[in-house]
């Protein structure tokens, strides 16, 4: 466990950095969204005094570069470890799912589509209102074994029952949380996580936010944002979330990190840096962001996944195939007697 970071030593880095990029910047629009982002993550550093919860730094783990379907680009953008530990994923390109084999022995492993779910013959009744192609992000299943997707455009949440080989599009009414909508309709539902009867789904960016909904009656109960102590000088991006042993998990793109929330009290119980991973990789990047999109949970261990946009590795220039990564999870240390 690393110690947690004097609060005026964060103060001052974070003014250096943002005052430095604000100097070097030019002025393209792509490059002041990043800006009001910067600044924006800076002013939530400076002015909230971060949690004391244990912080974790996550070292190197087991990596596989996962297969190109048909040789064409696949950004992955979400994970689901079913109880039989089949590891489930999609593209945010549409809507199949995928289960991914590790060839053993090997650094690679393969995407088999699951052509039961999710099927266009199974969408056709929402295909007029579809706006473009279908940016599925977060994979979660409930007690029933039911499968959600979250589909990020149109913001929808869509369900595949298995036994009856039908899909439903979720009649949520999310007036309690539009008020963190954003009319960007890439920074919309990233993640999604089913834990009893209650549905988490996690508002990207721009307003960060994770909304609670009722499976029963399809209402908004609640929403709620979680802050890492890890800094970040590009904002709050919830990439992902997975449900394990009753607490709810984020994966925080642009701190580098997970974090581990009890669902009752809607606090950090842990966090955990995986920045260090992400550097080994070395994927490169248009603009200063992360690349985790994918994350499941044991108690055990972490798995990731990334959403690399077609972005090659530094030293693998024509290999843009996303990672799987496999990492330790550390135990909590027991309290020493005072």
Same mark, same amino acid.
């Given at each position: 466990m690393i110690q947690r970071r004097a609060l005026s030593q964060g103060r001052a880095l974070v003014q250096c950095a943002i005052f430095g990029y604000l100097?070097?910047?030019? +002025?393209?629009?792509?490059?002041?969204l990043l800006l009001? #982002?910067?600044? %924006?993550?800076?002013?939530?550093?400076?002015q909230n005094d971060r949690g004391k919860w244990p912080l974790y730094s996550l070292k190197s783990g087991d990596t596989w570069l996962l297969d190109l379907p048909n040789g064409k680009e696949f950004d992955a953008s979400g994970l689901l470890l079913l109880t039989n530990g089949t590891l489930l994923t999609l593209s945010d390109r549409g809507p199949t799912l995928y289960s991914i084999r590790i060839?053993?022995?090997?650094?690679?492993?393969?995407?088999?589509?699951?052509?039961?779910?999710?099927?266009p013959a199974?969408?056709?009744?929402?295909?007029?209102?579809?706006?473009?192609?279908?940016?599925?992000?977060?994979?979660?299943?409930?007690?029933?074994?039911?499968?959600?997707?979250?589909?990020? +455009?149109?913001?929808w949440i869509l369900r595949c029952d298995p #036994?009856?080989? %039908?899909?439903?599009?979720?009649?949520?009414?999310w007036s309690p949380a539009k008020k963190y909508f954003s009319a960007d309709r890439n920074a919309s539902f990233e993640g999604i996580a089913v834990g009893g009867d209650k549905l988490y789904v996690a508002n990207e960016r721009n307003s960060p936010v994770?909304?609670?909904?009722?499976?029963?009656?399809?209402?908004v109960l609640d929403h709620f944002q979680v802050f890492p102590q890890t800094p970040s000088f590009l904002g709050t991006h919830y990439s992902d979330l997975s449900w394990h042993g009753g607490k709810l998990w984020v994966l925080c793109r642009q701190h580098r990190v997970i974090v581990e929330v009890d669902p009752q009290t809607r606090q950090i119980v842990s966090e955990y840096d995986y920045s260090a991973i992400e550097e080994q990789l070395g994927y490169q990047?248009?603009?200063?962001?992360?690349?985790?999109?994918?994350?499941?949970?044991?108690?055990d261990v972490f798995w990731l996944v990334t959403d690399n946009n077609g972005m090659p590795r530094k030293s693998a220039l024509d290999d843009i195939r996303p990672t799987l990564v496999r990492v330790a999870r550390p135990r909590p240390r027991p309290e020493t007697p005072r």
């Open positions: 100097l070097t910047a030019s +002025a393209t629009g792509q490059e002041s009001k #982002a910067a600044t %924006k993550g800076a002013e939530t550093l400076l060839r053993p022995e090997t650094n690679t492993a393969g995407l088999v589509p699951l052509t039961n779910y999710f099927t199974q969408l056709k009744p929402y295909a007029r209102e579809k706006f473009g192609y279908y940016d599925s992000e977060g994979i979660a299943r409930d007690d029933q074994g039911r499968l959600y997707i979250c589909e990020e +455009a149109n913001r #036994a009856t080989e %039908k899909v439903e599009r979720l009649d949520i009414d994770v909304i609670v909904v009722d499976l029963k009656s399809l209402q990047t248009r603009y200063p962001v992360g690349v985790m999109e994918g994350l499941a949970v044991t108690d």
